[in-house]
Nanobody, 123 residues
């Protein structure tokens, strides 16, 4: 199985930037697809980015594609989320996910692993 560790969250001013990292360890199949979700208290956890670790092909939700970028390193072990022009509305707990699926930002497969989350506060 896969273990994920996120880092990079914190407090930033509106318009600022932040880069989140997620380091995966474990079976390669478990990190076939990696993505990012975020959750605001009392709201449903929302996926918004995914990347296929072997090819680097990525997708972003319309709500963030103009400001966020997802990428991975050449070892296929780490995924990044570059967040630019942050808004107050971006304040949320951000979670990294690794899965064998494709749809629903990597979570449609038989195996899905979540990181512990990292808090991003824009104020």
């Amino acid at each position: 199985h896969v273990q994920l560790v996120e880092s990079g969250g914190g407090l930033v001013q509106p318009g600022g930037s932040l880069r989140l990292s997620c380091v995966a360890s474990g079976d390669t199949i478990g990190r076939y697809c990696m993505g990012w979700f975020r959750q605001i208290p009392d709201r449903e956890r929302e996926g918004f980015a995914r990347i296929f670790m072997k090819t680097g092909a990525s997708d972003l939700a319309d709500s963030v594609r103009d400001r966020f970028t997802i990428s991975r390193d050449n070892t296929e072990k780490t995924v990044y989320l570059q967040m630019n022009n942050l808004k107050v509305e971006d304040t949320a707990m951000y979670y990294c996910v690794s899965g064998s699926g494709v749809d629903n930002y990597c979570t449609s497969g038989y195996s899905t692993r979540w990181g512990q989350g990292t808090q991003v506060t824009v104020s």
